[in-house]
C-alpha cells in the first residue's frame, strides 16, 4: 500500500477527463431496478475495502425492506479510479453512490457539483455529525462552504508500531511514549549488522510525505515560518543517512520496498505508520503470510510536548452522484454505513471507525486485540492535510523539494526555500 495517498495525486487529471461512460470489464453498471421490491443502489469503492465493506453491505440489504445494494470495486491505483468514477458521473452510469479517500478528493468532487448536498437530509434525520470529530466540521467549513455533502466513515491516525520478538531478544522494554529524539536513539541502538538480513532499528516509508513532528507543534506547509518543518527534514536525515537506523530514502524508492513486506519479514524492530497497519497486519497473519507479534504505542512527541498528540483526521467519505434517480434510498445507506451500526461492522473488521461511540471503540478495540490500540481513542489528533482546494498542488511542490533532499542533491534550507518561492504562485496566483 505505498500509495497511501493514491486518489488524489491523479484526481485533478481524472476530472479533467470527458467521458462516453465505463468500459464493460471494470464494474457492474445494471439499471437500478426493483429487485423483490426493493430498490437497487449501485456503490462503487476501491479494492481495497471489499472485504470490510462487502460486511456492511450484507448487514443493510439484511435489514432494509426498501433497497438493496450492490457493491462494485475498482483498482486501488489513483488513474484508474479516479477515471473510471469520473467516467460514471460524466457518462450517464446507473451509479447512486460512490466513496472518495483524502479530503482533496471531496473537495474537487465537491467543486465539480458531483455530489448531492446532503444538508437538509441530514438535519431532518437529526444525525449527530459531531461523532465525527472537529477535523469534520473544518472540512465541511473549509471545503464544501458549510453544506454536508459526503459523510466520512473512516478515520487516520498514525502511531509506533513494533516487532515483539526482537525487543525480547534484546532484553529492552517494549516502546511507550517517547520524544523524536528517544525514538531514534533507541532505533540507532537496534540497528545490527548489514546486507539482506541486516536489522533496522526503525523503517519510515518513503511515501510517507507529512511533516509529523511540525504538524504535531501546530506548524502546516500553509505558514509562513517553516523552521520546524527544516527540522524535521533534518530528522529524517539523521533517521536515513547519518544514523542509517532506517532503510535509505533512496534504497526504499530504487527498489519499490514494500513496506508491509519488509516490516514482516522480522527485520524490523520499529514501524512508523497509519491506522490501516492494524487491518493489514491481522489479515496477512490470518492468511499465513507473517507470524509477526506486534503491538502499538504512541507517535513519538516532538521535545517539550507531554499530551499524546498524532497526526491524521476523517478520511474516507461516501456521498451520492447527483445524476442517481434514487437519492432517498441512496441516503438510507449513507446513513447506515456512516452511523454507529454500520461504523461498528467496520471496526469489528480492525478499521478504524470515524464514527466515535463507546460501542464502535469497543468493537475496534476487541478486533485488534493488541494492548496500544487504545492510543487512537486517547490522543488528540491533528489534520494532516489542510482542507484548501488547492492541497494537492501545495503538497507536489513541497513534495518534489523534500524528495531533492532525500535524494541528498540539496539542504533542507534550500528545499524549503524553493518549496516557498513555488507556493507563491499557487496560494497568490
Known amino acids: 500500500m505505498k500509495t497511501r495517498s493514491y486518489f488524489s495525486l491523479a484526481l485533478i487529471a481524472a476530472l479533467g477527463v470527458t467521458a462516453a461512460g465505463c468500459g464493460s470489464n471494470d464494474t457492474n453498471t445494471q439499471n437500478s431496478a426493483a429487485s423483490g421490491g426493493k430498490t437497487v ?3 462503487y469503492t476501491w479494492t481495497d475495502e471489499a472485504d470490510y465493506m462487502q460486511k456492511v453491505v450484507d448487514a443493510f440489504n439484511a435489514q432494509s425492506s426498501t433497497a438493496e445494494v450492490k457493491m462494485n470495486t475498482i483498482s486501488n491505483n489513483a488513474d484508474e479510479y479516479n477515471t473510471k468514477i469520473m467516467n460514471n458521473l460524466t457518462g450517464g452510469s446507473k451509479m447512486d453512490l460512490y466513496s472518495m479517500n483524502g479530503t482533496s ?4 468532487y465537491s467543486s465539480k457539483n458531483q455530489l448531492v448536498d446532503l444538508t437538509d ?6 444525525l449527530d455529525v459531531g461523532a465525527y470529530g472537529p477535523s469534520y466540521q473544518d472540512i465541511v467549513e473549509t471545503l464544501t462552504g458549510g453544506k454536508y455533502v459526503a459523510l466520512p466513515y473512516r478515520t487516520s491516525e498514525y502511531a509506533l508500531f513494533y ?3 526482537i525487543f525480547d531478544k534484546e532484553g529492552l522494554p517494549y516502546p511507550t511514549q517517547m520524544t ?9 541502538q537496534l540497528t545490527k549488522g548489514d546486507g539482506a538480513g541486516k536489522q533496522w532499528g526503525g523503517y519510515f516509508a518513503d511515501w510517507l510525505t507529512a511533516p509529523l513532528s511540525a504538524l504535531q507543534k501546530g506548524t502546516t506547509i500553509l505558514d509562513d515560518s517553516l523552521d520546524d518543518v527544516v527540522e524535521w527534514l533534518d530528522f529524517q536525515d ?3 543517512y547519518k544514523d542509517q537506523s532506517h532503510m535509505s530514502y533512496k534504497q526504499m524508492n530504487g527498489e519499490s520496498v514494500d513496506w508491509i513486506k519488509q516490516f514482516e519479514s522480522g527485520n524490523v524492530a520499529m514501524l512508523v505508520n497509519g491506522e490501516w497497519t ?3 497486519l491481522k489479515a496477512d497473519i490470518a492468511s499465513g503470510k507473517t507470524d509477526i507479534n506486534f503491538d502499538m504505542a504512541p507517535l513519538p512527541l516532538p521535545e517539550g510536548t507531554t499530551d499524546p498528540v498524532t497526526v491524521g483526521g476523517v478520511s474516507t467519505f461516501i ?3 447527483p445524476a442517481s434517480k434514487n437519492a432517498d434510498a441512496a441516503f438510507e445507506f449513507v446513513k447506515f454505513l456512516a452511523g454507529e451500526q454500520g461504523e461498528s461492522i467496520i471496526a469489528q473488521s480492525s478499521v478504524l471507525p470515524a464514527y466515535s461511540s463507546d460501542k464502535t471503540k469497543d468493537a475496534f478495540l476487541s478486533a485488534t486485540g493488541i494492548q496500544g490500540s487504545s492510543y487512537f481513542f486517547e490522543a488528540n489528533t491533528v489534520i494532516e492535510n489542510q482542507p484548501i482546494a488547492q492541497i494537492d498542488e501545495i503538497n507536489r511542490l513541497y513534495n518534489e523539494q523534500r524528495d531533492l533532499f532525500l535524494f541528498e542533491e540539496i539542504d533542507s534550507a534550500k528545499a524549503i526555500q524553493n518549496y516557498l518561492d513555488a507556493r507563491k504562485s499557487v496560494l497568490n496566483p
Open 319 to 321: 456521498g451520492i452522484n
Open 180 to 188: 523524536w529524539n528517544e525514538y531514534a536513539d533507541l532505533a540507532k
Open 238 to 240: 539523521r533517521l536515513y
Open 121 to 126: 437530509r441530514i438535519k431532518s434525520a437529526n
Open 278 to 280: 492494524v487491518n493489514m
Open 105 to 108: 478528493s471531496l473537495g474537487l
Open 41 to 43: 443502489l449501485q456503490y
Open 163 to 165: 516487532n515483539k520478538a
